[in-house]
């Protein structure tokens, strides 16, 4: 079975710094989707960033990026100048379809304090 | 605008009162599915459904019911709801088949429920 870990249950930057966030997984597949969500105060969950495994350059979406490392299953999340609506409890989640399901496995979370 | 709508958001109930919190979407997504959130315990599957009429077991379906009697509408059914389904409750749902999937999973805004 897939598993996902975030190992930092907490992280606080200040303003305008830069900080990463850790993710890894483990899996048997080759083809899959890994994708960053936000979830601020107001518990909405909202996708910062997606990656496709057969696809070796990392993706970027303004000031978010991620460094996907496949042999190492490592799925990390850079997020430049921070701002202060960057604070809130970031995921790290695993999608391989099957079965017609398709089923997001999870890590804990890793809640982001940006400090003005 | 493209979303997912889910009610209600804030439900108080007592233990063996039915109750539905409902789930719409209009971006005529084929795929939509219930998630559970807890804490220390991350989201969890309840039920999933691939289309209209054809729904599946999560990972922890127990307690729950589902229907899919139209594409944007899939409902989440407590019969006797119980203290252990105090939870956040997520609707989701996707774009699917072939050449059309991204993988990613909108969500709604979220339903706290508690049950005394």
């Known amino acids: 079975a897939q598993t996902v870990t975030q190992s930092q249950p907490e992280m606080s930057v200040q303003e305008a710094e830069t900080v990463t966030l850790s993710c890894t997984y483990d899996?048997?597949?080759?083809?899959?989707?890994l994708f960053w969500y936000k979830q601020p105060p107001s518990r909405q969950m909202i996708l910062v960033i997606r990656?496709?495994?057969?696809k070796q350059q990392n993706a970027t979406e303004n000031r978010f990026s991620v460094n996907f490392q496949k042999a190492a299953k490592s799925f990390s999340l850079k997020i430049s100048d921070s701002q202060l609506g960057d604070t809130a409890m970031y995921f790290c989640?695993?999608?391989?379809?099957?079965?017609?399901?398709?089923?997001?496995?999870w890590g804990a979370g890793t809640k982001l304090i940006i400090k003005p | 605008e493209a979303q997912v709508t889910q009610n209600p958001r804030y439900l108080i109930t007592v233990t063996g009162k039915k109750l539905t919190v409902t789930c719409s979407q209009n971006?005529?997504?084929?795929?939509m599915s219930w998630y559970r959130q807890d804490p220390g315990l991350g989201l969890r599957q309840i039920y999933y459904?691939?289309?209209?009429?054809?729904?599946d077991k999560g990972d922890v379906p127990e307690g729950y019911k589902v229907s899919r009697k139209e594409k944007r509408n899939f409902p989440l059914i407590l019969e006797s709801p119980s203290p252990n389904q105090t939870s956040l409750y997520f609707c989701?749902?996707?774009?699917?088949?072939?050449?059309?999937?991204?993988?990613?999973?909108?969500f709604g805004e979220g339903s706290r429920l508690t049950v005394l």
């Open positions: 989701a749902s996707s774009l699917v088949g072939a050449g059309r999937s991204t993988g990613e999973l909108f």
């Open positions: 971006m005529n997504h084929e795929y």
């Open positions: 459904s691939m289309n209209v009429e054809v729904t």
């Open positions: 899996t048997s597949e080759n083809n899959y989707y």
């Open positions: 990656q496709e495994a057969y």
């Open positions: 989640a695993f999608m391989k379809p099957r079965d017609g399901n398709y089923q997001l496995i």
